[in-house]
């Protein structure tokens, strides 16, 4: 069979040597979880076939399964030669949801609980010369307060805003083969205004760290230093000054190597501030015209069925005049932000929080590992200008929030990142934020410009939704969800929007003008995040439907794209 996902997972961290282990592989569905104590680990065969990364519940997985799985078991054999265990083997999983147990020719080498963050395991003292098997266990429960699932359907149907469920393995598995000697991880500070970037790599073993940047291959800077491991921090000037910015992408190659290690890499020169109620990326007002994007396929639910469908998510985007998109409950693969940081795209990065129990303390821990695992792997991409670790939230079963989970998961990304702001919460209930953003789908654009002009000056009940449980302190503004107006051209009654539905092409775009204008003529807001760039399954409120088809002729989506394109009054 074709190798599906064959590109390498994560561009911004790449050996030469490693082998992809999507495909195919043995699968069994345990849902009594009595798989450890049949001690499935030790079986040398499951009883059906599943092609990997694509979860169970997928059609490219080749099991369709849609119903609710406690657990799921793979196997597969894979060979390795005296030459490759000569150094260390890590075994990577971009993610599997939710809970994971993994043995190698039997062994249990480790486990890893959330689903979204990307994990590795060294299993260089539990693979021999020859032929190896690894075992994988994930258990996943929806329902379980302590877990995010994002839009995954706590109910058996899709319904509203919430959809097929993804369980187990669903990004790509694939064995890395490295030094004893070795770079662990790296971040980049770029430094614009002093054309400099500033590197911390964490190391293992003794030997010298040589970097050296390049700027279309050319060659802009370079340095090194002795490490005897840990933390070593180099600053390396830059001899040409190129500009990360929306729309141009322009990215410096790193090539490291750390003795017989060798590791390529990438940055972008920019900087994020916020100036009183601007947004600034270098320094320069930058109106964000987002687009709310969910990341879900038809054929491969949370998994798309190529990279090519990743870039392809992106250029659907602007090609409507939006400049970025809001990623929406759910974090985002590495594949994809590569091509965000390749093509100028700006977005913000967001955790699945729907599903979890935010009146409980006691379930922060399991929220907290996975968000501190997700800004990790994902700080240095540049086309991330803030985080947002939750989004709406809710009673949970007539439960309030308590703000203390949402102070201590603001100060944990500030104190990880203190490079880009961090919405709290997007929409409400905000407790401590740098932006204060709000989520509104009034359908009338009249009405919805004039809670707009009460903004920030007049009375807050008239803009603000919840003033009796989130207060506006004087942070710039943000739009962050709007429109989600149903346009359905197969006149689906079941489908579903927000509000009442426009009767025609032209009221659509009128109402899209009316509602869009009144965001970009207001001077105190910075950005508008309109709902959605696609259908997803029964929501049909994107501006393509879910098989990313336009909904309007070349006339109309011309017209959107004027709509979204026009510059707004807070950058002038």
């Known amino acids: 069979m074709t190798l599906p996902r064959p ?6 961290f790449m050996r030469k040597n490693w082998r992809n282990l999507n495909g195919e592989w043995e699968f069994e569905i345990d849902n009594s979880k009595s798989g450890i104590d049949k001690k499935l680990y030790l079986s040398d065969h499951l009883n059906g076939h599943i092609t990997v990364p694509f979860c169970p519940e997928s059609g490219l997985s080749g099991i369709g399964n849609k119903d609710f799985m406690n657990a799921v078991w793979y196997r597969k054999s894979f060979i390795l030669d005296d030459f490759q265990l000569s150094g260390r083997v890590f075994l990577h999983f971009g993610a599997a949801d939710y ?5 190698i ?4 080498v480790g486990r890893h609980i959330g689903g979204y963050s990307s994990f590795e395991f060294d299993i260089s003292s ?4 020859g032929e190896n098997s690894v075992t994988v266990c994930v258990f996943d429960d929806v329902r379980a307060p302590y877990q995010p699932r994002g839009k995954q359907s706590e109910l058996y149907y899709s319904h509203g805003c919430d959809y097929t469920r993804t369980t187990g393995i669903w990004q790509t598995v694939w064995l890395e083969f490295i030094p004893r000697n070795y770079i662990k991880s790296v971040k980049f500070y770029p430094d614009p205004e002093n054309q400099k970037v500033t590197l911390v790599a964490d190391l293992c073993g003794s030997d010298r760290l040589c970097a050296d940047v390049k700027y279309n291959g050319k060659t802009v800077g370079s340095s090194f230093g002795e490490s005897n491991g840990g933390l070593l921090t180099l600053e390396i000037p830059l001899s040409e000054k190129h500009l990360w910015e929306p729309g141009k992408g322009r990215l410096y190659d790193v090539f490291l190597k750390f003795g017989e290690d060798e590791v390529t890499s990438y940055f972008g020169l920019r900087s994020v501030q916020i100036d009183g109620k601007k947004f600034l990326i270098n320094e320069k007002s930058v109106f964000q015209r987002l687009v709310l994007d969910q990341g879900f396929y038809p054929g491969g639910i949370y998994t798309a069925p ?5 870039i392809r998510d992106i250029e659907l985007s602007l090609a409507l005049g939006f400049n970025g998109a809001r990623l929406h409950q759910k974090v985002f693969e590495p594949r994809f932000l590569y091509h965000c940081d390749r093509l100028g795209y700006i977005v913000w990065g967001e955790h699945a929080n729907w599903g979890f129990d935010h009146s409980d303390p006691s379930n922060l821990v399991n929220f907290i590992i996975e968000w501190q695992e ?8 540049p086309a991330i200008v803030g985080w947002c670790p939750f989004n709406e939230t809710w009673d949970y079963r007539g439960r309030p929030q308590d703000g203390r989970i949402l102070k201590s998961v603001y100060g944990l990304t500030k104190l990880l990142d203190p490079t880009r702001p961090c919405i709290d919460t997007s929409g409400h209930f905000h407790v401590l934020t740098d932006i204060f953003d709000l989520h509104d789908y009034e359908q009338n654009p009249e009405i919805f410009r004039k ?4 903004f920030p000056d007049g009375d807050e009940r008239a803009w603000n939704p919840f003033p009796d449980r989130q207060h506006y302190d004087g942070q710039p503004m943000f739009v962050s969800e709007y429109g989600g107006m149903r346009w359905d051209k197969s006149q689906n009654s079941d489908s579903w929007g927000y509000g009442n539905a426009p009767m025609t092409e032209d009221e659509f775009i009128n109402r899209l003008k009316g509602l869009t204008d009144a965001i ?3 001077p105190s807001i910075f950005g508008l995040c309109y709902t959605q760039l696609y259908d997803v399954e029964q929501e049909a409120n994107g501006l393509y439907t879910y098989q990313r088809e336009p909904k309007f002729g070349e006339e109309k989506m011309a017209k959107i794209r004027e709509i979204f394109s026009r510059k707004a009054r807070i950058e002038g």
């Not at 590109?7 to 911004?12: A, C, T, W």
């Not at 020719?105 to 249990?108: A, K, L, R, T, V």
């Not at 539990?126 to 010369?129: C, I, K, L, N, P």
């Open 520 to 522: 970009m003529d207001s």
């Open 451 to 454: 809670k707009l002009e009460n």
């Open 126 to 129: 539990y693979a021999h010369e």
């Open 7 to 12: 590109e390498h997972p994560n561009p911004q």
């Open 105 to 108: 020719n039997g062994s249990e």
């Open 99 to 103: 809970e994971t147990v993994v043995w």
């Open 374 to 381: 997700v800004i990790t792997r994902d700080f240095n991409h």
């Open 306 to 310: 190529s990279e090519t469908a990743l």
